[in-house]
C-alpha cells in the first residue's frame, strides 16, 4: 500500500467540475486580478474567522511583510518570535530590517512558551525596543490566546498572529466565548499555499485586522501604496491576489468544515490505534488536544523519545509511507542568520525538536485503513528497534 504524506488529486477529483466550472467563469469575465472574486473572497473569510477585514495578498509571506510594515516596523526595532516556525515568519522581520528576538517553545504543543516570552520582556537589557510580538499556531493549534491577549494589553505590544496553519483553530476565552486564531492580535496573516488546510491553486494570502486604519494601509500597501491609482503614499509592493485563485479557494472554502472535520477524525484513529499498542508506549509522543481548543492536525507530528527518526523515515518510506520533517534546523542556527549571534544550545527545546520530529500522512481524505497501515508500520518498526538501542542511528 502507498499512503502519501499529503494527496491534493483526491480533492481535485471531487471538486473538478466545480472547479472548471468558476475558472472558466473568471477567463471569461476578463477580470483576472483583484476584482470581484477577491472582494467575494475577503468578506467570507473575515465571516468565517470574525475578523473586521481580510485583505488578499499574494502569499503568506507577503502577508507578514506588509503586516510588519503596517505596525511601523523599523530598522533597529525588536520583534518577539519562535525559531521554530517556517523561514518566512523570520525573514519578514529581517527584511523589515528589524532584529527578531527568539524564545524557545513549549516542549508538548511546540507553539512559543508565553512564560518565556513575559521573561524576556521583563528582563531583556535593550526591553523598551521590542516593538511586536509574531506567535505562529503551529501545526493546526493555537497558542493560549487569553494568555496572548494579556500579554499584549500588559505590554503595548503589536501582535501579529502568524496563522498560516491554523485556520479554524480556536480557543474558548475565559468568558466562554470562541474565538479564533488570527483575530486576537492587531493583526493576523494566512497563507493559502497548496497544501494549507485551505490551498490555493498556486501561491496566495491574506491579512486579518479589525483596526480599519491597519486594514486600509494593507490594501494600499499591497498595491505599490496608493489608494488612488498612480498616487502613491507609501512605496508599498505589488502583492496582488489573483481572481482566478480567490475563485477557487471561495469552492474550497465551503468544504473547509467538512474537511477540518475529517482531519480531526484522522487524528483521532491515529490517537486511538497508538495508545492501543503497547509497542508504542513511551516510544513517542503525539499531538496532544484540548478540550478548549480546535487543533485542526494541519500536521500531525510525532516527536521520537529516543534519536531513531532517520531510521523510522527510512523504514516507513520502503513501506510506501510518506513523512516530512518540519523543521529540521531551527532558524536561530540557520546560516542566512549567522549575524545574529545564535549558537547550538540557545533554545534546546526548538533543537530537540528538530531532530526527533516526524509529520505522518494527514489531509481529510486519508482512509481509516491507511491510517490503519501506517500504525501497523509503526509498529513493526518499534518491535524491530527495542527502546534504547539506538544502533541502527550511528551506522
Ligand atoms: C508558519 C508559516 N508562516 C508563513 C508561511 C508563508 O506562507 P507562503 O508560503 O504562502 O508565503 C508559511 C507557509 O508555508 C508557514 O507555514
Same mark, same amino acid.
Given at each position: ?5 499529503? !494527496? ?6 471531487? +471538486? ?14 476578463? @477580470? ?6 477577491? /472582494? ?13 477585514? /481580510? ?18 516596523? $523599523?530598522?533597529? !526595532? ?19 530590517? /528589524?532584529?527578531?528576538?527568539?524564545? &524557545?517553545?513549549? %516542549? ?5 512558551? +508565553? ?6 520582556? @521583563?528582563?531583556?537589557? @535593550? ?29 503595548? +505590544? $503589536? ?33 493559502? #499555499? %497548496? ?13 486579518? *485586522?479589525?483596526?480599519?486604519?491597519? /486594514? ?9 501604496? *496608493? ?5 502613491? &503614499? ?8 489573483? =481572481? ?12 473547509? &468544515? ?25 516510544? #513517542? ?42 523543521? %529540521? ?46 500504525? !501497523? $508500520? ?7 528497534? %527495542?527502546?534504547?538501542?539506538? *544502533?541502527? =542511528?550511528?551506522?
Amino acid at each position: 500500500m502507498r499512503v502519501p504524506l499529503f !494527496d491534493l488529486t483526491r480533492q481535485y477529483e471531487a +471538486l473538478r467540475t466545480e472547479i472548471m466550472s468558476a475558472v472558466d467563469r473568471v477567463f471569461s469575465s476578463g @477580470q483576472l486580478i483583484l476584482s470581484e472574486e477577491v /472582494a467575494a473572497f475577503e468578506t467570507e473569510i473575515a465571516a468565517r474567522l470574525g475578523a473586521g477585514e /481580510a485583505i488578499g495578498v499574494a502569499n503568506g509571506s507577503d502577508a507578514l511583510y506588509i503586516a510588519l510594515k503596517a505596525i511601523h516596523i $523599523r530598522e533597529g !526595532d525588536y520583534v518577539i518570535t519562535t525559531p521554530y516556525t517556517f523561514f518566512a515568519t523570520v525573514s519578514a522581520i529581517v527584511r523589515n530590517r /528589524a532584529i527578531p528576538l527568539f524564545t &524557545d517553545i513549549d %516542549p508538548i504543543t511546540m507553539n512559543i512558551d +508565553l512564560d518565556q516570552v513575559e521573561h524576556l520582556l @521583563q528582563t531583556h537589557p @535593550q526591553r523598551h525596543r521590542i516593538k511586536a510580538f509574531i506567535p505562529v499556531h503551529l501545526f493546526g493549534q493555537t497558542c493560549d490566546l487569553d494568555r496572548l491577549a494579556s500579554i499584549r494589553s500588559v505590554y503595548g +505590544l $503589536r501582535v501579529i498572529e502568524d496563522i498560516a496553519q491554523s485556520i479554524g483553530s480556536t480557543w474558548i476565552d475565559k468568558a466562554g466565548r470562541v474565538r479564533h486564531s488570527g483575530t486576537v492580535g492587531d493583526l493576523g496573516t494566512l497563507s493559502f #499555499f %497548496p497544501t494549507k488546510n485551505l490551498g490555493a491553486f498556486g501561491d496566495a494570502g491574506m491579512i486579518l *485586522s479589525s483596526d480599519p486604519e491597519l /486594514a486600509t494601509f494593507c490594501r494600499s500597501f499591497r498595491v505599490h501604496g *496608493s489608494k488612488e491609482r498612480y498616487f502613491h &503614499d507609501e512605496i508599498g509592493v505589488n502583492s496582488r491576489l489573483d =481572481e482566478v485563485q480567490a475563485a477557487i479557494l471561495r469552492i474550497k472554502n465551503r468544504r473547509l &468544515d467538512e474537511w477540518t472535520e475529517k482531519r480531526i477524525t484522522n487524528a483521532g484513529i491515529y490517537h486511538r490505534l497508538f495508545s492501543d499498542q503497547k509497542e508504542l508506549s513511551g516510544r #513517542f509522543a503525539y499531538p496532544r488536544t484540548y478540550r478548549d481548543r480546535r487543533h485542526i492536525f494541519h500536521q500531525y507530528v510525532i516527536v521520537l523519545q529516543e534519536d531513531r527518526r532517520e531510521a523510522l523515515k527510512t523504514f516507513l518510506n520502503q513501506n510506501g509511507i510518506g513523512t516530512s520533517i518540519y523543521y %529540521p534546523l531551527p532558524l536561530h542556527l540557520q546560516k542566512c542568520f549567522a549575524f545574529l549571534g545564535g549558537r547550538p544550545g540557545d533554545f534546546p527545546v526548538s533543537e530537540l525538536a528538530a531532530k526527533r520530529s516526524l509529520a505522518l500522512p494527514m489531509f481529510p481524505e486519508l482512509t481509516e485503513e491507511e491510517i490503519g497501515y501506517v500504525a !501497523d $508500520r509503526m509498529n513493526t518498526f518499534f518491535r524491530q528497534h %527495542p527502546a534504547n538501542d539506538t *544502533s541502527d =542511528e550511528k551506522e
